[in-house]
């Protein structure tokens, strides 16, 4: 029996529409990829070295367990020679949030920082390293806020659980009042627990952690930020955000290095002040300097009131 085939246009048509059909599909996916990164609010970066059977796992799960769920978690392991690679790739079988970056070669904090900041996704950064523990509201409490002040580049934690070692005491401290950034940094422990700041920010203006640096080097980063223009506010939540797990664990070098870091970073404050060399040691005259260097961002009532807490003599 001869066979009957179907006409090369009829043919053609069907390629055509299979075509069309794939293409649609293949849209509707990037599509897809395209609004759930841009809808993406906050990127977690988290470094990590050799901190496996220690505190990463309640880092990461402290993380994890947030009521905040907006968000994705990227693991930076500098290098570790112990189970960080296993353990985390245990965890993203879990939860598909979290993201694994590893390199061979431990090349530092901030050069796992920069990694971090480099492939974050969303709209704020939220900052935590591996021996650190997030509250569950951490997150919430402040994206919230972040979102009623779409202008302020930082948010940052009203208050912060310490966490001292050798008797197990969690000590909660204020944190900066809402000074303009550069006098914020140097008037108050402005370090890198629990803050979120805008990631277009520091990629407009190249911002990067100085990779040089083994202590310093967020007091470093926030200093490059308020020389561009960045602001800062303080998150009104009452509660602590963040634990800090205080410990002398860290290698050896790091301690070596932190004097010789933090003048260099003050170093930087002092040039970009004007702070000449006989005045580098008068607290009251570097914290007027720094306060007056950007007082934009804020009332002029609330920075003066900053000097005359710090500053009892100042009448101005």
Known sequence: MKKIRPPKNTLL?????ACAVMG??????????????????????LPTYNR??????????????????????IIVDDGSTDETKALIHAYMEKDK????????????????RNIGNDVARGKYIAIMDSDDFAFPHWLESMYTFASEHPD??????RRNAYFEQNNDKAISIGSPLNYPLVGGIFASSFGNLGLLFQRDFIRKHQIRYDEDLVNGEDWDFWLKMGYAGASAK????????????????????YYQRAGRDGRKVMDGLYQFLNIPPDKRKDQCFILKAAMRAMPRYLPEEEWRHGLQRYCSSDKK
């Open 13 to 17: 048509f069907l390629w055509v529409t």
């Open 24 to 45: 649609v599909i293949w849209l509707f996916l990037l599509f897809r990829l395209w609004t759930a990164m841009q809808c993406l609010a906050v990127s977690v970066v």
């Open 52 to 73: 496996a059977d220690t505190y990463l796992p309640r880092a990461i799960e402290s993380v994890l367990n947030q009521t905040f769920k907006n968000f994705e978690l």
């Open 97 to 112: 949030r979290i993201r694994y970056i590893g390199y061979s070669k431990n090349k530092g904090v901030s050069h796992a």
């Open 152 to 157: 302020i580049t930082i948010i940052v934690p």
């Open 234 to 253: 303080r998150c009104m939540s009452t509660r602590p955000v963040v634990l800090m797990r205080v410990h002398r664990t860290n290698p050896k070098n």
